[in-house]
């Protein structure tokens, strides 16, 4: 079974590893690289890590595997009739073809856009580290936790960060949490300006709705935009992302999708974490396990220093555990955890939850 994998990130490369032996599997990668971690990013650019450090796997290590991996290739079609993909490169034919295109960033539709940048790719990396060694500060736009991860390395690094956000809470969490959070960046020296709206950029700095912020770098950090090109160029459904059911089908036969590109009830997971998770479900689906996918949406960050778990549902009144972790029911049943500074205590309460067992 020929089994095309479009994408070489977390969701890409994890569905390689497990499958590679059993299915005869090609990776289809528009990067000239092989896969690397954007959670590490932030560490990369803050110094704290060199570049090779970002890369888990070799290309022997692909080659060891039996994985051919085709990078520098752009999809462009998927030929549902013949049943091949159309690259740049030529065509590759497949028996099961999976989308794991990811996201890119949201750009900044605000005049003078063209003076900010984004973080999503290793070359976008080398670009702010570059130019964070010219200026030696940095003003973040965003509240999420790419804007957070960081502000708190560079501040962490003795850069000058300012952290520049329309909303008044971080992460879309309660004013409580959201300020603990914004304390511990606070500590290590991350300057926030709260519900502050980002109007215009020049090339010294940003118009907002409270006034002119100087600082030569800018990066917007606020959200990304699901790759689904390749799929609506083919004829497959699409919403936000690309449209999948609990078995990651697409409205393609033979076609699947995964992470960041994949929306599944309205939903789009957006992690790591979750790319990998829905990985590891598609490879059993894929080797004959009657299977479907449950989203449980959880995410483990570290900011500066400080570790932040958001565990399931974190909307709504919550109610303190103990002094790491606040709780969040319905009814009778806990739903959602936010764990602080304690990762051992947020995999435990990832796993209760998860397995709807009582909170106590
Ligand atoms: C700076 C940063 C920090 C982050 N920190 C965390 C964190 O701490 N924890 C966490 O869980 N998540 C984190 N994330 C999010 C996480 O990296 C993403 O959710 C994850 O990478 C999604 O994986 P994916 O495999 O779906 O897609 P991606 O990683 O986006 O990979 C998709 C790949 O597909 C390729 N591609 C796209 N279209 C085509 C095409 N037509 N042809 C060929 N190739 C194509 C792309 O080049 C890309 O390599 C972070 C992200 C960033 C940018």
Redesign the pocket.
């Known amino acids: 079974m020929r089994l095309v994998i ?7 490369v994890e569905l390689a590893r497990l499958l590679a032996g059993e299915f005869d599997v090609t990776v ?4 000239n690289i092989p896969h690397y971690s ?2 590490m ?2 560490h990369y650019i803050a110094g704290f890590i060199p570049e090779e450090k970002l890369f888990p796997y070799s290309m022997n290590w692909y080659e060891k595997k039996g994985i051919n991996l085709l990078l520098g ?4 079609l998927i030929d549902r009739s013949r049943k091949v993909l159309v ?1 740049d490169k030529g065509e590759v034919p497949y028996d099961i073809l999976v989308m ?4 890119r ?1 949201r750009e900044p539709v605000i005049p003078g856009g063209e003076h900010i940048l984004t ?3 290793l070359k976008d ?1 080398r670009l702010i580290r570059g130019r964070l060694e010219e200026e030696g500060e940095i003003t973040i736009l965003g509240g999420g ?2 804007a957070l ?2 502000a708190g390395n560079l501040s962490k690094a003795g850069y000058t960060v300012r952290l520049v956000h329309r909303r008044k809470t971080l992460l879309g969490l309660d004013g409580e949490l959201s300020g603990i959070i914004k304390e511990k960046l606070e500590d290590v020296g991350v300057e926030f300006h709260l519900e502050t709206g980002a109007l215009g950029a020049d090339e010294d700095g940003l118009k907002t709705d409270k006034g002119y912020i100087k600082g030569r770098l800018k990066v917007c ?1 606020f959200g990304v935009v699901p ?1 689904k ?2 799929a609506l160029r083919s004829g497959i459904h699409t919403g936000r992302g690309i449209l999948v059911d609990d078995h990651f089908r697409t409205s393609a036969r033979n076609v699947y999708a ?4 994949a929306e599944l009830n309205g939903t789009i ?7 990998v998770e829905q990985a590891k479900v598609l490879a059993r689906i894929l080797k004959g396990t009657d299977e479907s996918y449950k989203p449980f949406r959880s ?4 900011f500066a220093d400080f570790s932040v778990a958001l565990i399931g549902r974190t909307k709504g009144k919550g109610e303190w555990l103990d002094e790491s972790a606040k709780v969040f029911r319905e009814g009778d049943k806990t739903v959602g955890a936010v764990v602080m500074g304690n990762i051992k205590k947020a995999f435990r309460l990832e796993k209760v939850i998860k397995g709807g067992l009582p909170v106590d």
């Open positions: 479009v994408g070489n990130g977390p969701g890409g289809v990668e528009k990067e954007k959670p990013l932030s290739t752009e999809a462009k690259t794991a295109t990811g996201a960033a973080l999503r790719t990396a936790f790419i991860e960081l950090a790759n090109e390749l995964i992470g960041d590109c997971e957006g992690t790591a974490k979750g790319a995410a483990f960050f570290k």
